[in-house]
């Protein structure tokens, strides 16, 4: 059982020793307000990892979830300004989000194009699309109504953080206990055996890449009603966070298993260097070390299992 846990329990030591850091060298980290801004600023990180840990389950990858957030963020705001009841413009800037993610998927099941290929192209195509639309502006002039869905600062708050709880627990829920989510795990670890079983794995694709797009969506409205004004340059580095939080919460970059740890150790790192008097240049740098490391430890565990099943079958 610890064995299995290793990846788990190697981040909350790594998330304990920060914080061990942050106690005897800035204590003001851990004042209510820096806390309650540090957990509003990863809500997007925690409800599109949801999804994205869904894609490379699969054994796929979505690099574009930045591009498709910014341009959800835009659209929650045109939406609002259009006149729009906030609910109906929360749901229409998730449906625009699905609809990006669902081309995704098309491209990826049926077409049978590499995901690394697919999310690469769309998320150039989409950030430099947008760019051109807006030609840079941001959204402006958005209705009252919108910023903190016209409810009290701090309901909206608890609502914006239990929601994220929310989707993050049903996530790990399904993947557990419903027929759906052994659907997924099977499509990742055993493709043609899934298919002989009755499993459709294309449609399984095509649905989690369509899901993320629609958790993207839904992120960057719950994400754009914090501001008074939206920029058309939202999502940037997302993807990275993203990918580097699904990685090092144990998710296998090659698929077929997974859990839904990491973005509290990657939430820590760019504020704790602030505090700690270090340049937050170095935190993209460190996520994508801690990628490097992580798909390394998949591969030599991987590698591990393969020579201990040789050496069984050799034995045997």
């Known amino acids: 059982m610890w064995r299995n846990r290793q990846r788990e329990l190697s981040v909350a030591v790594a998330i304990l020793a920060i914080a061990a850091i942050l106690a005897g060298f800035a204590p003001a980290f851990f004042t209510f307000a820096n806390v309650r801004d540090l957990a509003l600023a990863n809500v997007p990180v925690l409800i599109v990892a949801a999804g994205v840990t869904l894609i490379v389950i699969t054994s796929e990858l979505d690099i574009s979830v930045g591009s498709q957030f910014a341009i959800c963020s835009v659209a929650a705001g045109v939406f609002a300004i259009s006149g729009l009841p906030m609910f109906a413009a929360l749901i229409a800037a998730t449906l625009t989000g699905a609809l990006l993610g669902a081309v995704?998927?098309?491209?990826?099941?049926?077409?049978?194009?590499?995901?690394?290929?697919?999310?690469?192209?769309?998320?150039?195509?989409?950030?430099?699309?947008?760019?051109?639309?807006?030609?840079?502006?941001?959204?402006?002039?958005?209705?009252?109504?919108?910023?903190?869905?016209?409810?009290?600062?701090?309901?909206?708050?608890?609502?914006?953080?239990?929601?994220a709880a929310a989707i993050t627990a049903l996530t790990a829920w399904g993947l557990r206990h419903l027929a759906a989510g052994r659907a997924v795990y099977a499509t990742g670890s055993a493709a043609n055996a899934a298919r002989l079983t009755g499993i459709d794995t294309q449609y399984v694709v095509f649905t989690v890449f369509a899901l993320t797009g629609a958790l993207t969506g839904f992120a960057a409205a719950l994400n754009a009603v914090r501001f008074e004004q939206i920029p058309s340059n939202a999502g940037i580095g997302l993807e990275l966070k993203v990918i580097a939080a699904v990685v090092v919460g144990g998710v296998s970059i090659t698929g077929g298993r997974g859990t839904m740890l990491g973005v509290i150790l990657l939430g820590l790192i760019g504020p704790a260097l602030t505090f700690l008097g270090f340049s937050a240049y170095w935190e993209r740098a460190i996520e994508g070390g801690i990628i490097l490391v992580a798909v390394s430890m998949d591969a030599l565990s991987a590698q591990w299992r393969r020579n201990a099943d040789l050496a069984a079958a050799y034995r045997g």
Request: glycine share 10%.
């Open 104 to 163: 995704n998927g098309v491209l990826v099941a049926w077409v049978r194009i590499p995901s690394i290929v697919v999310t690469l192209a769309a998320m150039v195509a989409l950030r430099d699309g947008l760019r051109w639309v807006t030609q840079g502006a941001w959204v402006q002039n958005l209705p009252p109504g919108f910023h903190w869905f016209g409810l009290p600062q701090a309901s909206s708050e608890w609502i914006t953080i239990g929601a």
